[in-house]
């Protein structure tokens, strides 16, 4: 409850949406003691660099959130923690493409209290002029840094993965559509804001390794409640998911990345660890039903052992522990 406490985040709506977007709701109640600053765009794409600049220098945001347009506008706004996602980095194809010339309507109410408007040609050869000054500040500081690009694994509108990747290496493909809904954010976002929270606050949290033999069960599904567990666990440890290095199989590590993607996502960006030997893994808690996890050095819960028959009691466990 107290992440981003005392922050702003500026939130970058995308095309014919408004700083009154559900989207903004869902930032204001996950993150409660932050605020949230989220300006109606202007229609013309250089009078919305003009007034995201203006926004900047006046509330000196955190974080800065942008989807869809909004995430190409971010892009822009070089200097500043970012979370682009699902970029439109071609928006005037994007317009042509999915026949948005003509009459148009906002989706969300506007402070002005306009709801039509029209987009022209002449409009489309606007974001087409912006959009080649994407990129135009990226510099190491932002490629490794700054910027942080999501990707929704079901996004039919807009396609820039492999474009934001020739210019950034923090790409994260994510389970969800173009516009995000309350799962996606939740699920995918979210844990994104607590890592830019903790560089940011130079906060280190217990570190919490869990191997994949507690996760899979003899289907290759998730076990019950190890999905829960994990949202969980993210709240308030560092937790990291550790496999066999198992070199003799071939495409077991494929296999492994794969399910990982698939099941435990966002989570298990950057946050998976092949070995043979944990007790190298330096951490406050293992686990794992494995026997060669008893030379762990720090805390190991013994997945299937009578206190720890099921992701429930692990559960209970930390929850007593309260994020010590």
Known sequence: MDLFKGKKILYVHGFASSGQSGTVTRIQENLPEATVVAPDLPLHPEEAMELLHKTLD???PDLIIGTSMGGMYTEMLYGYDRIIVNPAFKMGETMVSHNMVGAQQFSNPRRDGVQDFMVTKALVKEYKDITEKCFSGVNEEERNVHVIGMFGDEDNLVNSYDVFCEHYPTAIKFHGEHRMNDRSFSESVLPVIRWIDDRQEERE??????????LIDDYKKPRSSSHKAIRRLI?????YFVAKANCQSAGYMDEIYEWAQEYINVPAYNHLIFTDHPQ???GDYYISSLPSADNFMGTLVKFGSPTFKTWEEIIEYFDMLGGQ
């Not at 949290?205 to 507690?214: A, E, K, Q």
């Not at 709240?235 to 937790?239: G, I, K, R």
């Open 235 to 239: 709240e308030s440890y560092n937790v």
């Open 280 to 282: 190298l893994l330096l």
């Open 205 to 214: 949290r217990p570190v919490v390794f869990i191997s994949f033999d507690t």
């Open 58 to 60: 006046e509330e000196h």
